[in-house]
C-alpha cells in the first residue's frame, strides 16, 4: 500500500490528501495514478477528478465510477483527462458543471481535420440555434438560452483544443491559430443572436467583421481581447441612415453578447478602439468613409494595427473589400513622415504604462518579452514589404519566417528568435490556461512556478528550470532584437563573406530611412567607411555599431550622430583604448551615441578634444573653480610663450566645457548647476590668463615687478552664477597703482594687461573662444576700459543712473587681486543695496526702462511668446523682477545681498516680498528657460534666444529636457503655461 512519501515522491505535494483520494478511485487508482503524477499540479488534478466524478453521480445516479472505470481503461484519455485537470482550474470547473464533456476528450484527434475551422463554425451557430448554411437565427431558442448555449459551446471546443495542445504538444502556432478560428466562429454566431434581436431591420445592412490584433492575425491567446473593425453598406434600395442604425446595433448587441457575464460566464471583451478615432468615433463605418479617413487623417500606429486586419465574421465579401482597400495604404506607410518616430514613440508607451511592480515579470510587454518581437517584426515587415509582397504575413511566426527566407533574417537568428517567441507564447499560454484569465505577468509564488514548470515538461526542479529558460530567452530577445534589425546593414555594405542576412542596397536604404536617416545613402556610406577592411578596428566597429544604430536611431538627428561617430573613430580609431572602451563599457557607447545624434555644441567640442570620450566612463559634475585653475596654472608654467600658454589654459577650458555639456545632456546636471559650473569655469580662465597677461606685459616693458594690482568684476549673467553655453564674459576691470609709481604707469600698464587678457582669450584655436565683453563699465564703450576704485567711486557719486545700480547688483568680484577685489565689493555695495531702497522715482524710471526694452529689444520677426530672454515670462521678465525687489528691500533684507537670481527670489520669500506661490511660480519658469537656452545651444552649436521653430531642432531641444521622442508639443505647452503664469506674476509684483 503507497504512504503519503510515495506520493510526494512522485509529484504530489499534500501526501496524506494524496492518499485518501487516490484510495476513493477504487479499481482505477493503479493505471490513473501514473497520469495525475504527470500533470503540472497532481494534487489540482486529483481533486478535479473526484469533483467530475460526483458530479457525474449527482446528474446520473453512479456514472462517476463508470467514467473513472472508462478512462482508466484508455491512457489516451486518461492522459487528456488528466493533464487539463492539472493545469486548468478553469476548465474543472467547466467540467463539474456540464460533467457529460469529459467525452469531448475520448477521441483522439479531437476533431483535427482540414475543414475544423469550418467545423467548429458550424457546431457553434448550430448551438445558438442558427442555421450555418446562412448564419441567420432560426425561430424556437429563447435569447437567454442563446448567449449561455453560445458560452458552454466555446466552452467545449476550448476544452478539446486545450487537451490536445497539453497531452498531444500542439505547437504554439497551431493552437493559436485554432484558439484564433474559435474565436472567429464566436463572433459569428454571435452575430446571428445579434440579427435576432435586431429583427427585420438588420436585412438593410450589410456588417463585416474584420479581426484585428492576434485574432487577426490567426495568433489569439487562450484569454484576449478580440479587437475588431466594423464595416457596413446599406443594402440594395435601402436608405443610408437606416442601414447606419441597424449595423450599429448589430455591432453593439454583438459585443454585449461576448462581452455580458451569464450564468454560464462570459467569453471575452470585444474590442472595438482600434476604429478610426478610437472610442470617439462611429462603432462602424461604410468602406468609403473607413477610405477617406485612412487617406487623411490615420496615424502611423494605425497603419501598423492593420497589418493583421481580416475579415471573420459577416459579410465576408465585404470584408475582403475593405481589405482591398488598406492594404496599399498599409505598405505605403513605411513612406511617411515621422514613421520611425511614431513607431518608437508607440513601443515607449507600451513600456511605460507597465506597472513598476510587474515590470521584471511580464512576459508580454517587458524589456525582451512578446512585444519586442512582435514590434522588431512588423517594423521590418512594414519597411521591406512596400516591395516584396511575400513579406505580408499577419502572424509573427510566418512572418519571421519569411523574412528569414527572404534574407532579411539571418537563419540562425530567426531560428533563435521562433523558439524564443515560441516558448514565451507557450509560457503565456499556461499561465492563462489556469484560471482563463487574461494575464501577461510571470506569478511569483512557489506553486504557480512549480505548476507551470512542470506543464513545460520541467519535473525536477520545475521552478528554478523555468526561471532559468525563462531569463534566457528574454536576454535572447534583447540581442537578436538589435541584431537582426541592425546587422544587417553592416552586411550589406561591408562585403564580408558569411552567413548573416545579406540585404541589397536599396533593402538597406529602405531601412536606413525607417530608422529615422533622412539621408540613407550617406549612412551606407559611413557604415561602410567604418566597417570595410579586416583590421581589429574594422572588427570591433562591426561588433559596436548594430548597438550604435539602435542607439542613433533613438536620437533626434540619427545622421548627424552616425557622422560624429565616423570622424571620432577616424580620430582616434587607432588609439588602443578608445573602441575597446566603447566595446567594454556599455554606458559610455550609449551616452556617446545620445551626444552625438542630440548635441552639434558637444559633437563639435569632441572632435577638437576626442580624448574627452574617455570623460563619458567619469563623473560628469562640473570641477570646481579651485581645481582647474591649479590644472591650468600647471599647464601654463611649462609654457614658453603667451600664446602657448593660452592655448594650454583654453583647452582645458575646452574639455570642461565637454564635461558640462555632457552631464547636462546624459546625467541630467540641474540648470543652476550649469550655470556656476560654467561661471566657475570662467573665473578659473580669467584668473589664470590675467596671470599670463600681467607677467608678458610686464616683460615686454622690462619692469622688475608689476606697477599696478588688476581684479576682474564679473557682472550680468556671469556675476549671478548663471552663465549659459553661449553667454559672453561680462565684466568691469579695476586696478590700482602700487605706492612709489606713477598714476600714468600704473593705468598704462593696467590698460595693456586688460587688451592682453582679451587677446589672448580670442586667438584662434581649436576651442570656442571667451568673448570678454566690458560694455557694461562706466560711460560703456567710450569710457575707459579699466579704472580705478577712487575713478569708479568718482562716478558714481556724479553721473551714475538708477540702471548702473541695478547692473551692479550682479557684480562679483572674480580674479585678481584679492583684496582690491575686496575694496570694490565695499565701494558699491552700499549703492546696490540702499539702507532706505530706491526712491519711488527710481521705481518708475526702472519700470520704464523695462518697458522700453520690451518694446524695443525684442528681435523683428521673434515671437514674444516663445523668445527665451524678452518673451513673456522669460529671464528678463523673472529678473528685472527680483531685482526691483532687491533695489527696494536689500537695505533691509541681509539675505537679498546676493548677485544670483535664485537665491534672492527664495530670501524676498521668506520676508515675506512675496507669496511663497509666486515665488515657486517665478523659480520654476527662470529654471524652464534657463534648461531651454542651454538646450538650444546645446542642440544648434550656436546660442538662440528663440525656441527653434525646425522640428527636428525642437524635437532635440525636448529629448534635452528629458522629455519622451515625439513629445515636443507637449514640451512647447510647458513652456507656454509656465511662462504664461510666470508672467502674470510678474505683472502683480513688478507693475504692480
Known amino acids: 500500500m503507497s504512504t503519503s512519501g510515495d506520493f510526494i515522491r512522485i509529484g504530489f505535494v499534500d501526501g496524506p490528501a494524496a492518499v485518501q483520494g487516490i484510495d476513493r478511485l477504487g479499481e482505477a487508482r493503479k493505471p490513473l495514478t501514473d497520469k495525475l503524477a504527470a500533470s503540472a499540479d497532481p494534487d489540482a488534478a486529483l481533486e478535479g477528478l473526484l469533483r467530475l466524478s460526483d458530479a457525474l453521480d449527482e446528474a446520473q445516479g453512479g456514472a462517476g465510477a463508470a467514467m473513472l472505470r472508462e478512462v482508466a ?69 429563447p435569447d437567454a438560452e442563446a448567449v449561455d448555449a453560445l458560452r458552454v459551446e466555446y466552452r467545449r471546443i476550448l476544452l478539446r483544443l486545450a487537451a490536445r495542445d497539453l497531452a498531444h504538444h500542439v505547437g504554439v502556432d497551431d493552437a493559436a491559430a485554432e484558439i484564433s478560428d474559435l474565436a472567429a466562429a464566436t463572433l459569428e454566431a454571435a452575430l446571428a443572436i445579434a440579427r435576432a434581436r435586431v429583427g427585420e431591420a438588420a436585412t438593410s445592412a450589410r456588417l463585416a467583421v474584420v479581426a484585428m490584433g492576434k485574432c487577426g492575425g490567426h495568433e489569439l491567446n487562450y484569454v484576449s481581447d478580440v479587437d475588431v473593425i466594423f464595416v457596413h453598406e446599406a443594402v440594395d434600395g435601402a436608405d443610408e441612415g437606416t442601414a447606419l442604425r441597424a449595423a450599429t446595433q448589430l455591432a453593439s448587441h454583438l459585443i454585449r453578447i461576448c462581452s455580458d457575464h451569464t450564468r454560464e460566464g462570459t467569453i471575452w471583451p470585444v474590442d472595438a478602439n482600434l476604429r478610426p478615432e478610437g472610442s470617439q468615433g462611429p462603432l462602424t463605418r461604410t468602406l468609403a468613409s473607413h477610405r477617406g479617413y485612412y487617406e487623411k487623417w490615420a496615424k502611423t500606429w494605425e497603419f501598423q494595427a492593420l497589418l493583421k486586419a481580416r475579415p471573420v465574421a459577416g459579410d465576408l465579401a465585404l470584408g475582403r473589400a475593405y481589405l482591398e482597400i488598406i492594404e496599399p495604404l498599409v505598405w505605403s506607410a513605411a513612406g511617411r513622415d515621422g514613421f520611425v518616430g511614431d513607431v518608437q514613440a508607440m513601443r515607449r508607451r507600451v513600456v511605460e504604462h507597465i506597472p513598476a511592480q510587474e515590470a521584471e515579470r511580464q512576459i508580454k510587454l517587458g524589456s525582451g518579452g512578446l512585444r519586442d518581437v512582435e514590434f522588431a517584426v512588423q517594423l521590418l515587415q512594414l519597411v521591406h514589404g512596400r516591395a516584396d509582397a511575400s513579406l505580408r504575413e499577419g502572424a509573427t511566426l510566418s512572418a519571421l519566417a519569411k523574412l528569414t527566407d527572404g534574407g532579411y533574417v539571418g537563419r540562425e537568428d530567426g531560428e533563435k528568435l521562433h523558439e524564443a517567441y515560441a516558448f ?32 513545460l515538461g520541467f519535473f525536477s526542479e520545475p521552478a528554478v528550470q523555468l526561471d532559468k529558460l525563462w531569463r534566457y530567452h528574454r536576454r535572447e530577445v534583447r540581442r537578436l532584437h538589435e541584431k537582426i534589425f541592425y546587422r544587417p546593414l553592416l552586411g550589406a555594405v561591408a562585403k564580408l563573406p558569411g552567413t548573416e542576412a545579406r540585404l541589397s542596397l536599396e533593402a538597406a536604404e ?17 557604415l561602410e567607411k567604418l566597417t570595410s577592411g579586416v583590421s581589429r578596428t574594422s572588427d570591433i566597429q562591426r561588433t559596436l555599431l548594430p548597438v550604435l544604430l539602435e542607439w542613433f536611431a533613438d536620437s533626434p538627428d540619427p545622421d548627424a550622430g552616425l557622422f560624429g561617430f565616423r570622424r571620432i573613430s577616424e580620430s582616434l580609431g587607432r588609439t588602443p583604448w578608445y573602441l575597446t572602451m566603447l566595446r567594454d563599457e556599455g554606458e559610455v557607447a550609449q551616452r556617446l551615441a545620445h551626444i552625438l545624434g542630440t548635441s552639434r555644441y558637444a559633437t563639435d567640442l569632441l572632435e577638437r578634444e576626442p580624448q574627452g570620450v574617455k570623460m563619458l566612463g567619469e563623473s560628469l559634475l562640473p570641477l570646481s573653480a579651485e581645481a582647474a585653475l591649479a590644472e591650468m596654472q600647471a599647464l601654463t608654467e611649462r609654457a614658453e610663450t603667451a600664446e602657448a600658454a593660452a592655448v594650454a589654459v583654453r583647452a582645458v577650458r575646452r574639455r570642461e566645457l565637454l564635461r558640462i555639456a555632457c552631464g547636462e545632456l546624459v546625467a541630467g546636471t ?141 557684480a562679483d568680484a572674480v580674479a585678481g587681486d584679492e583684496a582690491l577685489r575686496a575694496r570694490f565689493t565695499e565701494l558699491i555695495d552700499p549703492l546696490r543695496f540702499p539702507v532706505e531702497g530706491i526712491t519711488q522715482d527710481d521705481v518708475i524710471e526702472v519700470r520704464r526702462i523695462k518697458a522700453r526694452v520690451d518694446h524695443e529689444r525684442l528681435p523683428r520677426g521673434a515671437d514674444r511668446q516663445t523668445h527665451l530672454k524678452l518673451g513673456r515670462g522669460g529671464l528678463a521678465d523673472v529678473e528685472w523682477t527680483v531685482q526691483l525687489l532687491q533695489m527696494r528691500h536689500a537695505g533691509a533684507v541681509a539675505a537679498l545681498r546676493t548677485p544670483q537670481t535664485l537665491p534672492a527670489l527664495s530670501a524676498a520669500a521668506e520676508a515675506s516680498l512675496i507669496s511663497p506661490d509666486d515665488a515657486e511660480m517665478l523659480a520654476e519658469a527662470w529654471r524652464l528657460v534657463s534648461r531651454v537656452r542651454n538646450a538650444v545651444t546645446l542642440v544648434r552649436g550656436k546660442p538662440a534666444d528663440q525656441l527653434p521653430r525646425d522640428a527636428r531642432e525642437r524635437a532635440a531641444v525636448a529629448s534635452v529636457l528629458g522629455y519622451p521622442q515625439g513629445s515636443s508639443d507637449q514640451m512647447v505647452n510647458d513652456y507656454l503655461r509656465t511662462t504664461r503664469r510666470a508672467h502674470a506674476v510678474v505683472e502683480r509684483v513688478f507693475w504692480e
Not at 529602405?510 to 559611413?526: C, Y
Open 73 to 141: 481503461d484508455d491512457e489516451g484519455t486518461a492522459m487528456r483527462l488528466c493533464t487539463v485537470l492539472g493545469a486548468s482550474t478553469a476548465l474543472t470547473h467547466h467540467l463539474v458543471r456540464h460533467p457529460d464533456h469529459w467525452r469531448e476528450l475520448t477521441d483522439p484527434t479531437l476533431g483535427t481535420t482540414r475543414a475544423a475551422a469550418y467545423a467548429v463554425r458550424e457546431a457553434m451557430l448550430t448551438a445558438v440555434g442558427a442555421d450555418p448554411g446562412v448564419a441567420m437565427p432560426v425561430a424556437g431558442l
Open 424 to 455: 514565451l507564447r507557450t509560457l503565456e499560454h499556461r499561465i492563462q490556461l489556469h484560471q482563463l484569465r487574461r494575464t501577461h505577468v510571470l506569478p511569483d509564488d512557489d506553486a504557480s512556478l512549480r505548476r507551470l514548470g512542470r506543464s
Open 510 to 526: 529602405a531601412r536606413m530611412s525607417a530608422l529615422g536617416f533622412a539621408d540613407p545613402k550617406a549612412a551606407l556610406r559611413h
Open 670 to 810: 540641474d540648470v543652476a548647476l550649469v550655470g556656476q559650473g560654467l561661471s566657475r569655469l570662467t573665473d578659473a580662465t580669467l584668473q589664470a590668463t590675467l596671470y599670463i597677461a600681467m607677467e608678458s606685459v610686464r616683460r615686454q616693458r622690462s619692469l622688475e615687478s608689476p606697477p599696478s594690482k588688476i581684479a576682474v568684476i564679473a557682472m550680468g549673467r556671469y556675476g549671478g552664477f548663471e552663465l549659459s553655453y553661449g553667454s559672453d564674459a561680462d565684466v568691469m576691470f579695476v586696478h590700482e597703482q602700487l605706492e612709489g609709481v606713477e598714476a600714468q604707469v600704473a593705468s598704462s600698464y593696467a590698460t595693456a594687461v586688460v587688451a592682453e587678457v582679451r587677446r589672448l582669450l580670442s586667438l584662434p584655436a581649436s576651442d570656442p573662444p571667451l568673448e570678454v565683453d566690458a560694455d557694461l563699465r562706466p560711460e560703456g564703450k567710450n569710457g575707459p576700459m579699466v579704472r580705478t576704485v577712487e575713478s569708479y567711486s568718482a562716478y558714481y557719486a556724479k553721473w551714475s543712473h538708477v540702471w548702473e545700480f541695478q547692473a551692479l547688483l550682479r
